[in-house]
């Protein structure tokens, strides 16, 4: 099934490559060996933007593909939401430069001022639009076709937030509602994109790869995902300035917050519960939610200025979820399609930890007497430790690829990995 079209979680795998090397370039630039003409806030919106669109959509939609539309056929469906894969590769591509120069910033072409990294980033919605079109296709033709909960949930709050960030693009070239309105917009995709599709896909394909049924959650994963779809919106208060959040806006977005932290919850408790949680590897995906849900929970019932607006604290949460929680679910999931050898999943795992937990030290968990300069070295030089055991994962992988280029490993069997 994969060897039909293994470029594409490959070019995944460069995305991911690229927005590490970005993010090690970035912490580089805090102990000053980063050149002038290098903008750290540029950066970071590179690093994440490719890691959003080029990693954290791109792969989770070619595993959902393989999941529901198995196989390979020239039907329409199937080749559209095969061209999603591509427009958002492609423009997800073209933005990472865009967002290197400029960030956010427009540009000046003739006598308008354009938006350009938010329009190219803008255009990756539309390969979502066509993936999404394709699945509806499929969903309505198919006769023997069982809808996922997971899945659908995952791609309605996929569609929710490509509406915030369409706004991003729009508003800036027609210059309505200033800058606190395109912030907001900003926020909003990012909460919708981050809480709603990344962390209702993992549970998707959690539990999938777990083999949990409904019956085995304690509540129904209709209303875990309910919660989360619900939540998930209210939460873009977080990311504002706190002199910008009335209270209002801040006891939503504890709201939304609580719901979400309980629905994680709910879900690794379940998990544990019906005993399926004896996969080791498959712990550690679960470890990074309960530690996300507990994070959460805790920014929902005590003081903001403790937990949400303390930069440090938000970009460790940040990790813990996009970094921890997924990395190693895609890496783990892609094992059942391709052989990789455990020792490489190891190494993955074991960089994803290191660089997470160096996070804590730029964050008020580690206590202010021992933060010395030493940090932000620490921080810096374990930060390219992913990159290097993913780009060992993927050329391992590749070499074995074309020793067993006739095998093929169907859905549900993990390859490579001896419990």
Not at 192 to 215: D, K, Q
Request: overall charge positive; charged content about 10%.
């Amino acid at each position: 099934m994969f060897n039909k079209h293994s470029s594409i979680w490959q070019w995944a795998i460069f995305c991911f490559i690229l927005a590490g090397i970005t993010g090690f370039l970035y912490r580089l630039g805090f102990i000053g060996l980063l050149p002038d003409q290098l903008n750290l806030v540029n950066m970071r919106h590179a690093h994440s933007h490719l890691m959003f669109f080029g990693w954290a959509s791109l792969l989770p939609l070619y595993l959902i593909k393989h999941n529901i539309v198995p196989g390979y056929s020239s039907l329409f469906h199937d080749r559209m939401m095969r061209i999603s894969f591509w427009v958002i590769l492609i423009f997800g591509l073209v933005s990472f430069p865009a967002f290197l120069r400029w960030g956010y910033q427009p540009v000046q072409l003739g006598d308008s001022l354009i938006p350009i990294s938010a329009i190219f980033s803008g255009m990756v919605m539309i390969g979502w639009y066509l993936f999404m079109t394709g699945y509806l296709i499929y969903r309505y033709k198919a006769p023997d076709f069982k809808p996922s909960i997971w899945f659908e949930g995952a791609l309605t709050m996929l569609f929710i937030s490509s509406l915030g960030a369409w706004g991003i693009a729009f508003t800036g070239v027609i210059g309505f509602g200033g800058p606190l309105f395109g912030k907001a917009l900003t926020h909003f995709f990012l909460s919708t994109f981050t809480e709603g599709w990344v962390v209702i896909m993992l549970l998707g394909i959690l539990a999938r790869g777990l083999n949990m049924e409904e019956e085995d959650f304690v509540i129904s994963p209709t209303v875990m995902v309910g919660l989360i779809a619900f939540g998930a919106p209210l939460t873009f208060p977080y990311g504002l300035s706190e002199s910008l959040v009335s209270i209002p806006l801040s006891v939503s977005a504890r709201v939304g917050g609580f719901l979400i932290s309980q629905s994680i919850l709910l879900f690794v408790y379940s998990v544990i519960q019906s005993g399926k949680a004896s996969k080791t590897l498959w712990l550690w995906p679960l470890f990074y939610l309960l530690v996300k849900g507990i994070m959460q929970l805790t920014a929902s019932i005590t003081s903001p200025e403790i937990w949400v607006w303390a930069h440090g604290i938000r970009v460790l949460y940040l990790h813990v979820l996009l970094l921890g929680a997924l990395t190693t679910t895609m890496i783990l999931y892609l094992n059942e399609y391709v052989r990789i050898e455990r020792i490489y999943i190891h190494l993955v795992i074991g960089s994803v930890f290191l660089v997470i937990l160096s996070l804590v030290l730029l964050s008020r968990l580690w206590p202010a007497p021992l933060s010395c300069p030493w940090v932000y070295n620490v921080v810096a030089i374990v930060a390219i430790l992913p990159v290097v055991s993913i780009t060992a994962l993927w050329i391992k992988v590749l070499r074995t690829k074309e020793k067993h280029k006739d095998e093929v490993f169907p859905p549900g069997k993990v390859a490579g990995i001896s419990e």
